[in-house]
């Protein structure tokens, strides 16, 4: 038997939208992130201040010398973007079919969901915000900058490069991505080094999945709408290198204290990274359209800036 409108809770449909954003973008998964405050509450007043901490190494002392203390940055990220995405279906969309149109609502909302986090992390990979670092071996305009300038092409040694660029800057090898456009990625997917040695079981699947394994110690990722911006088409680094603090609003109903809502809200989390967003949904009584809506509050910042590099056509 088909399913129908409404078989299935919206809460459920959400919570798997939320769980594919990090599938749908995977360098989500390499990025600093803050979903929660110290005592695990995701919900915070729009232009708040929040911290993410990126964490520092400590060094090595000889025996019965002073211990250093721990390098951990407090980042100070302002929540100044509220927002929401969602879907709105007609009388005459849900009326004409047996489809279940929410759940089918979950893909597209996870790639909206997925690509708005992305833009909004990718916007602060500029030269203004990842300044000159000791040892990279890139030149621009007579200054030394944190970037790598493609030479022969996208490729292994290309990606050896930035290893080298990125040890030479004392940046630490856990955890390191690459996420770059879909000409760098495509033409890594191009390179016999990377998807074409047997002796690399990791690579069995690259050619007929078109996901690459991980190489030179990055974890890859392609993203299509990387802004091309100062020419980047590229960004590499670790963890710790962009912060990204996202929160909830609170619900009205603390404000004035049994207010009815002609609707449903609440919160949905998924369970493995934490991300919470609000969830409104009602039924718009001047068309009968069924709207549901999605809402977040965020905030970007710069983590540690040594520990990102640019790469760029030019």
């Known amino acids: 038997m088909a399913n129908t409108l409404g078989t299935l809770a919206t809460a459920t449909i959400v919570q798997e939208a939320l769980a594919l954003i990090f599938t749908k973008r995977p360098v989500l998964n390499s990025i600093s992130m803050g979903f929660t405050d110290r005592n695990g509450s995701p919900i915070a007043a729009f232009n708040q201040s929040v911290i993410t901490r990126t964490l520092g190494i400590p060094t090595v002392q000889n025996f019965g010398g002073t211990i250093s203390a721990r390098g951990d940055v407090d980042v100070n990220v302002t929540l100044d973007q509220f927002k929401e995405v969602g879907y709105s279906y007609t009388p005459q969309e849900y009326s004409g079919t047996n489809r279940d149109l929410i759940r089918e609502a979950a893909d597209p909302l ?10 909004a992390i990718a916007s602060i990979w500029t030269i203004g915000n990842f ?104 960004f590499s680094g670790t963890k710790d290198s962009t912060v990204y603090a996202h929160r909830v609003p609170r619900d009205p109903r603390e404000v004035i204290p049994g207010l009815p809502i002609p609707g449903n809200m609440g919160y949905v989390t998924e369970p493995r990274t934490g991300l919470t967003v609000m969830v409104l949904e009602y039924i718009d009584l001047a068309t009968l359209n069924i709207v549901t809506k999605l809402i977040w509050m965020y905030g970007k910042a710069v983590g540690n800036a040594n520990n990102g590099q640019l790469i760029v056509t030019a």
């Open 110 to 119: 996870a790639i909206a969901l997925a690509n708005h986090m992305v833009d």
């Open 131 to 234: 300044p000159t670092r000791t040892g990279a071996d890139a030149v621009a305009n007579g200054s030394t900058v944190t970037k790598t300038v493609l030479g022969a092409g996208w490729s292994y040694p290309h990606l050896t490069d930035v290893r080298k660029t990125l040890n030479q800057s004392g940046v630490p090898d856990a955890g390191r991505f690459y996420v770059g456009n879909s000409n760098v990625y495509g033409s890594l997917l191009t390179d016999l080094r990377i998807v074409g040695f047997l002796n690399n079981q990791s690579n069995g699947d690259a050619i007929k999945t078109g996901k690459l394994p991980d190489v030179a110690g990055f974890g890859l990722a392609e993203y299509p709408g990387l802004p091309s911006t100062g020419n980047l088409c590229a």
